[in-house]
């Protein structure tokens, strides 16, 4: 799968997707990712991507026109408008993302348009022409739609089979606790000590899977 994002401030995705799992990820080429800056199809020297709001109002929105032409120049890269490429906006009002959205987005999409906006919003007509779907990914508001980007692309990501490795590794095909432990089984720490429930030590597998499933919240 092909995430493509698109931002104003391209160099906050280098950190994190060239780490850990995605980097992995992207050298076992289960995975790509194509930053798109923005300013990169605006047409005035100045590669000015924001205008005052009609009707007045405080900030400035985000210009339809440089986000559509980079649009395009993704969709004439896939020679296509593929039914199996999607676009998404990141916004505070959207609809929200959940565990059940990414398993959807894995076996669906090859390519995946991430919009991030910043300001005031983006101007409605890019909604309206590429049908994109708005998504949030929290009742929050952020400065911008790179952070909300990382959340779906690492949500996304792990679905896709060979990308954790391991096809029992994400949580949700489990039982998974939010109580879990390692060694030493005894944690001395100022003066106190504190065990690993017993449980946990019992190797009776049916009682394990109880006190797990007791210890996982949403349960």
Same mark, same amino acid.
């Given at each position: ?7 104003i401030? &391209? ?11 995605l ?13 798109v ?21 405080? !900030? ?15 969709? @004439? @890269? ?5 039914k199996k ?6 916004? &505070?009002?959207?609809?929200q ?30 909604? @309206?022409?590429? @049908? ?12 911008? !739609?790179e ?6 692309v ?24 939010h ?25 009776h ?15």
């Amino acid at each position: 799968m092909t995430f493509h994002l698109l931002t104003i401030f &391209p160099e906050i995705f280098s950190s994190y997707l060239n780490e850990s799992i995605l980097k992995r990820a992207q050298a076992a080429k289960k995975v790509k990712f194509n930053i798109v800056n923005i300013r990169d199809f605006t047409l005035d020297k100045h590669r000015r991507t924001d205008l005052r709001p009609y009707a007045g109002g405080p !900030g400035l929105v985000m210009m339809a026109e440089p986000i559509l032409r980079a649009v395009d120049a993704i969709q @004439k @890269k896939l020679k296509a408008k593929s039914k199996k490429l999607k676009a998404v906006i990141l916004s &505070p009002g959207g609809k929200q993302f959940t565990n059940e959205t990414a398993i959807k987005w894995s076996k669906q999409y090859t390519d995946i348009i991430l919009i991030s906006g910043r300001y005031e919003g983006i101007d409605a007509r890019v909604k @309206k022409i590429l @049908k994109a779907e708005e998504i949030s990914v929290g009742p929050f508001v952020l400065t911008g !739609g790179e952070l909300p980007a990382m959340i779906v692309v690492d949500a996304v990501a792990r679905q896709i089979p060979g990308v954790l490795g391991n096809a029992d590794s994400p949580e949700e095909k489990r039982v998974s606790s939010h109580e879990v432990y390692t060694r030493p089984e005894v944690l001395a720490w100022k003066g106190k000590k504190y065990k690993v429930p017993k449980v946990l030590l019992s190797g009776h597998a049916a009682k394990i899977k109880e006190w797990k499933m007791a210890k996982t919240p949403h349960k």
